[in-house]
């Protein structure tokens, strides 16, 4: 069974800096690719960043240069540098894996974890 887990949120200052990471347990495949999404309180959920196995990566447009994702397949984690982080950047992040075969794509989550923004 896949099991997605998060780690690395918390409380940061405006300007400041964290690193998110998930790893992805329990698979015995490759996921076709990794990223992160974001929910903030009344709102919908968001793409943040994802990465494909061949490391093509995809950010929101209002990220670009503040966040970077990376990924480790051997490790089948995958890491959110995220910079100068402001406080709209409050939200639950969600690590997100798929994998698909040439019937079916399989989707896994994780629970999320907290990043708050706030002097």
């Known amino acids: 069974q896949v099991q997605i887990v998060e780690s690395g949120g918390g409380l940061v200052q405006p300007g400041g800096s964290l690193r998110l990471s998930c790893e992805a347990s329990g698979s015995s495949f490759s996921f076709n690719a990794m990223g992160w999404y974001r929910q903030a309180p009344g709102q919908l959920r968001e793409l943040v960043a994802q990465i494909t196995r061949g490391d093509v990566t995809t950010y929101a447009d209002s990220l670009k240069g503040r966040f970077t994702i990376s990924r480790d397949n051997a490790k089948n984690t995958v890491y959110l540098q995220m910079n100068s982080l402001k406080p709209e950047d409050t939200a639950v992040y969600y690590c997100?894996?798929?994998?698909?075969?040439?019937?079916?794509?399989?989707?896994?989550w994780g629970q999320g974890t907290q990043v708050t923004v706030s002097s």
């Open positions: 997100h894996a798929y994998y698909s075969d040439y019937l079916n794509r399989y989707d896994y």
